[in-house]
């Protein structure tokens, strides 16, 4: 299957600080990428969607000025955390697809801890 | 909301056959069936989905009853690595997103 890679798999960051994660996929040129978020014993929650070039649609209670995104190529998509504070302590998964295909592809995750 | 219903947790013997059940009563006739699975602590990995004819592939069989309000994941030969939590998930053609629900976790016992 396609590959999907999020960097970095964890980070540690300090209360007010921002956290930018990169999603990428690897073999094929992802038209739509999604970001959620999953907390502990949790399942995961959509938090936006984002199309190349456009602006991401969020949802409902996800606020967007503290979780920005940019897709800005067919290849890279990344979400910064701002003003980042222990409620935001969470698994970040991005997942990606292709214009046309069916399934979507998901990376490995980023584990943010805010301290 | 969820579309789908499932099993909160099942046990399998290694080496045996792990057969996962879903509900979709409510499934329209253009959504397909897709089962993710997920890892303790790493991103959903696609298994197969399939719209109404039963599919096979390396991982999973997908067996879709005639009237599509159930389905079930079938892993043929269990092993130890298997155990993780599985989602079953309706999706239109039209719709974005992939909603996950609780999924089933499935423990694979030595």
């Known amino acids: 299957g396609a590959v999907v890679s999020q960097h970095p798999s964890w980070v540690i960051c300090k209360s007010g600080t921002s956290v930018k994660i990169e999603c990428r996929s690897l073999d094929f040129q992802a038209t739509t990428m999604f970001w959620y978020r999953q907390f502990p014993k949790q399942s995961l929650m959509l938090m936006a969607t984002s199309n190349e070039g456009s602006k991401a649609t969020y949802e409902q209670g996800v606020e967007k000025d503290k979780f920005l995104i940019n897709h800005a190529s067919l290849t890279l998509s990344t979400l910064t955390v701002t003003s980042a504070h222990p409620e935001d302590s969470s698994f970040y998964i991005c997942?990606?697809?292709?214009?046309?295909?069916?399934?979507?592809?998901f990376g490995q995750g980023t584990r943010l801890t805010v301290v | 909301d969820a579309k789908t219903t499932q099993p909160t947790s099942m046990d399998c013997a290694e080496g045996r056959a792990a057969n996962l059940p879903c509900n979709h009563s409510?499934?329209?006739?253009?959504?397909?069936v897709y089962w993710y699975r997920q890892i303790h602590s790493q991103g959903p990995q696609y298994i197969i989905h399939g719209l109404k004819n039963n599919e096979t592939n390396e991982m999973a069989s997908l067996i879709i009853t005639e009237d599509r309000k159930s389905s079930t994941l079938i892993l043929p030969h269990a092993t130890l690595r298997d155990t993780a939590v599985y989602y079953c998930?309706?999706?239109?053609?039209?719709?974005?997103?992939?909603?996950f629900g609780t999924g089933t976790r499935l423990t694979v016992i030595p």
């Open positions: 997942s990606a697809r292709t214009q046309g295909a069916t399934e979507a592809f």
């Open positions: 998930i309706v999706r239109g053609t039209g719709a974005n997103n992939l909603f």
């Open positions: 409510t499934i329209s006739g253009n959504e397909y």
